[in-house]
């Protein structure tokens, strides 16, 4: 990770000292427009594997609390993730579980019961096992106060073993317009070091539509502050697809992300689902850019970044070729989870507020999605933990391949075989046959060794993957899936 000492000026990353030419072959993306015509379906974006869809309310607190006794025997360190649900107003756009909220005072009935629920998840994990990563998430976890944010990281640390500054990977998501210099010295003073900063779209009119109004000077603020304080890795995240965007409009707020040179840009795709998230209905569909916009915006998206030196590491990611995640996909060591790409990638991820989600053993479990749910569970001293699923060695072995191909874009057979014990080839010979077509349009290439995504199938990784999926073909017409693009 760059320190802060190596973090580029503004001049220097407008000269664009890593072009394209220059990166390494397996970190190129080519955008053929056919192509991502041709392939632009609905589908996961495997931020697990099986998918949050196939979660089961079978799985329940009490067999949560055997798997995660369990798990000590393997040492694994431990990842938290915390979601902070408040937010001040409501992003037209947001699809997240979020409160919008003038009353601050809600913030310490529902911290109490995230100490609570800190407390009892302690007392299933061995005390050497050290908290490798942390995120707080939302919502706006700086709605909080600065002296809530001191409390609970304290109370983090009473219950558990964190990882000193220089291993832990400590994340915070910020609101800029919920962060001033002083939070952000605060943030830095109790342990975060990486953030991710979002932005959505400088365009006022944009702005105005999804009611997200928030200056470059605000925003720039931050950014420069986190770099004195000294936070590793910055990252700003970019929305296409919302009102009133084209391709011109959207390249000037880029233009000036460049210039500031984050560590890492994240740019997603919205995907407009009035039914299933209230505050999207406020947006006029008719402001909407059309389809062959938004690709107009991702293809001059990719362009200029690749072309200012950044690498399209996947799934809307892009990064400095110096950041770590670049360095861990080169050697291969990249990871993904629910939050996002990683390195740390041997964790057991434990969430914990509201709707969180974590990752213990071979099980994904889902805590309740709603306050009042969530407040009964813990004040009657249970876990919050609602469903989930118990993976099947089937499970585990599609989650190894598509983890591997939505990291690195490549898949050694050899390594599978040795991992699980198979003959790749007579266990995936249906998997691989769907690819076929995908190979013959030159998205990638399969031989008897493995498989090599090319640059212009990188931008496709979700449709490589969904080949492996066996959940797949039951979803099919279901909906609830974003456009992989």
């Known amino acids: 990770m760059l320190d802060k000492t190596r973090n580029p000026t503004a001049s220097e990353d407008v000269t664009a000292e890593a072009p394209v030419s220059d990166a390494p072959a397996d970190q190129r993306t080519v955008f053929d427009l056919e192509l991502i015509q041709r392939y632009d379906q609905s589908g996961p974006r495997y931020t697990s594997y099986p998918t949050a869809v196939e979660f089961d309310p079978a799985f329940d607190a009490e067999r949560y609390k055997q798997v995660a006794r369990a798990t000590n025997a393997s040492g694994r360190p431990l990842s938290l993730y915390f979601h902070i649900p408040f937010c001040d107003t409501v992003c037209f756009y947001c699809a997240c579980n979020k409160v919008a909220t003038k009353d601050r005072s809600l913030v310490q009935p529902y911290l109490e019961r995230v100490y609570k629920e800190l407390a009892m998840q302690s007392e299933l994990f061995d005390d050497d096992r050290v908290v490798e990563q942390l995120h707080w998430g939302g919502g706006t976890p700086t709605f909080i106060s600065a002296a809530q944010m001191r409390e609970l990281m304290a109370e983090t640390r009473k219950h558990f073993r964190l990882a000193d500054d220089e291993v832990g990977e400590y994340s915070i998501e910020i609101d800029p317009r919920e962060a001033k210099g002083d939070t952000i010295a605060l943030l830095r003073e109790i342990g975060f070091n990486r953030m991710s900063l979002g932005v959505q779209d400088f365009d006022p009119r944009v702005q105005k539509a999804v009611n997200r109004v928030q200056s470059e000077e605000e925003t720039f603020a931050v950014l420069e502050a986190a770099r004195r304080e000294g936070f590793r890795s910055i990252s700003i995240d970019l929305i296409y697809g919302l009102p009133h965007q084209t391709a011109d409009s959207f390249m000037d707020t880029l233009d000036k992300i460049i210039e500031v040179g984050p560590e890492r840009l994240s740019v997603f795709n919205y995907a407009h689902l009035p039914r299933r998230f209230m505050p999207q209905r406020r947006i006029d569909e008719a402001e909407l850019p059309p389809p062959q916009v938004k690709l107009e915006i991702l293809q001059a998206t990719t362009e200029r970044l690749t072309e200012a030196g950044w690498l399209y590491i996947g799934m809307d990611h892009f990064a400095r070729p110096d950041d770590e995640l670049a360095l861990a996909q080169r050697n291969g060591t990249l990871y993904r989870n629910f939050q996002g790409y990683s390195t740390h990638a041997d964790c057991d991820l434990l969430g914990l ?133």
């Open 353 to 485: 507020g509201v709707t969180s989600i974590g990752k213990v053993g071979a099980t994904y479990s889902q805590n309740r999605r709603e306050l009042d749910e969530y407040y009964a569970d813990i004040d009657a001293g249970r876990l919050a933990v609602f469903r989930g699923i118990e993976l099947t060695r089937d499970d585990e072995i599609r989650r190894d391949v598509i983890t591997r191909l939505i990291c690195h874009f490549k898949l050694d057979f050899a390594e599978v075989e040795r991992a699980w014990g198979l003959d790749f080839h007579d266990y995936f010979g249906r998997d691989l046959a769907k690819l076929e077509g995908m190979q013959a349009d030159g998205l990638l290439e399969i031989d008897r060794s493995g498989i090599r995504v090319h640059p212009k199938g990188r931008m496709l990784i979700r449709n490589i993957c969904m080949a492996f999926d066996a959940y797949m073909e039951a979803k099919q017409g279901q909906g609830g899936f974003s456009k992989v693009i």
